[in-house]
């Protein structure tokens, strides 16, 4: 679709309309846009599902990023970095992402780094690279050795890193696992932390934590809020029903180390390790549908593969919090590239984790 179609699609008003556009609507909506006491769903947008840009297709969406210039970044699976315009959610730019031997990279979240440099998380290895603005490899992220894939470590294939982000300040960055290391507790995932020491130091690896996920469940995407507190984005999926989407606040402050840098990690869950706690924000289940379709079965036909998650900007007056989400649609035809916009109440979150 050419873009100037594209724009002309959004500002229609085909199922979204621009994301920014609208004025916040409260959970206690006459609309009835309410999917929680804490969360409502403002609008959402199909505009970018199975579209290209210069020559790349523009899907397979797995993370989110707000760049330091107010524009969004949402990096593909398939080794690409999309810069989109935060409005019209238009494509603006394509970064092509490898390896450092050029080989496909599993891209799975990104962050900005304080100097504008790119954080990219792929769960190949799993590993955290840093690139610079054009795409190349300044370095990595040391990771502890059990977080590999196995025979390397403890981790399963495809389920390992899947959300990263800067908390605010810039000092720490978390990468969470998707799935449960071979010999922890069941549903228990871990959440690496790194530190920076020093104004402009490298980060270097610092405490681990475990987050207990719902039955059927695993984090794909976490967004560091003030306070040591956290978004969490938890997804599975069950053929002939369709996706499960849950939003939790977690508090890493009352948890106790699952691992520190230089031990033995010990198995989440035992005795003396405090897991991260959680608290539901929303079931995506029951947000209204805004007369959203679905392609294959799903119990709200506005669910889709959800991965990716950022927080878009400083809070509403009124106390509500924008958070964009993505769904991956794997470059298959029976999913969406679907952008949703929610809004949160930050009221909720202090009371809450």
Known sequence: MPLRSLVATLTAGLAAATLAAAGPVHADSARGHACSPSVSIEKYS???DKTT??????????????????????????????????????????????TQSGAALD????????????LVASETEPTVRRHDRRGRILGGLPVPDELAVAPAGRAVAN????GLTLLPGGRTLLAS??????GDTAGVVRLQTWQRHGGAGEFRLSTQY???????LGVVEVAGLPGGRLLVLERGFTAGVGNTVRLYAADLRRATAAGQPGSTPRATGTD??????????????????????????????LLDNIEGMTVTGAARPGGRLDVLLVSDDNQNTVQTTRFYSLSLSLRTLTRTA
């Not at 840009?53 to 970095?81: H, K, P, Q």
């Not at 696992?177 to 071979?182: C, D, K, Q, S």
């Open 46 to 48: 199909d505009a970018l």
């Open 53 to 98: 840009y210069a020559g790349t297709f523009v899907g397979n969406l797995s993370g989110l990023a707000v760049d330091r210039d107010g524009s969004l970044l949402a990096v593909s699976d398939r080794s690409a970095l999309f810069t989109l315009d935060r409005r019209t959610l238009a494509p603006e730019g394509v970064l092509p992402l490898a």
């Open 107 to 118: 891209s799975e979240a990104v962050a900005v780094d304080r100097d504008g440099t790119l």
């Open 159 to 162: 389920q390992t890193f899947e």
């Open 177 to 182: 696992m998707e799935g449960t290391l071979a």
């Open 210 to 216: 475990g987050y207990r996920v719902d039955t059927g």
């Open 272 to 301: 003396g390790v405090r897991l991260v706690r959680k608290t539901l924000l929303a079931d995506l289940v029951d947000c209204p549908s805004l007369g959203a379709t679905a392609k294959q079965p799903q119990p709200n036909p």
